[in-house]
Nanobody, 121 residues
Framework: QVQLVESGGGLVQAGGSLRLSCAAS????????MYWYRQAPGKQRELVAF???????NYADSVKGRFTISRVNARNTVYLQMNSLKPEDTAVYYC???????????????WGQGTQVTVSS
């Protein structure tokens, strides 16, 4: 059984910062890529950023220069530092990971439950 648990969401004024955390736990053999997605009301879920196992990162154009993804492999944890927040960043933020559990040979995609981020103007 694998769990991804996000934390760090909340209410912040425009221009402020938040740091999201996501910890993966369970019978994990290895983690490949870790992701942050978000879904705003009435909109489709969109990819915000991802971090590969070899240290590569990538960002949506809308957050480049403002958000930073990082991970601590030894803790199976990924972070999203969000600075200069805007009202349009308001969404539920989801952590996801492509990982292999100990009893299998294949990598699968797992999701967290999400954490709400609200940016007031």
């Amino acid at each position: 059984q694998v769990q991804l648990v996000e934390s760090g969401g909340g209410l912040v004024q425009a221009g402020g910062s938040l740091r999201l955390s996501c910890a993966a736990s369970g019978s994990i053999f290895s983690i490949n890529t870790m992701y942050w997605y978000r879904q705003a009301p009435g909109k489709q879920r969109e990819l915000v950023a991802f971090s590969t196992s070899d240290g590569g990162t990538n960002y949506a154009d809308s957050v480049k220069g403002r958000f930073t993804i990082s991970r601590v492999n030894a803790r199976n944890t990924v972070y999203l530092q969000m600075n200069s927040l805007k009202p349009e960043d308001t969404a539920v933020y989801y952590c996801a990971a492509v990982l292999r559990i100990a009893s299998t040979q294949a990598y699968s995609h797992y999701w967290g439950q999400g954490t709400q981020v609200t940016v007031s103007s």
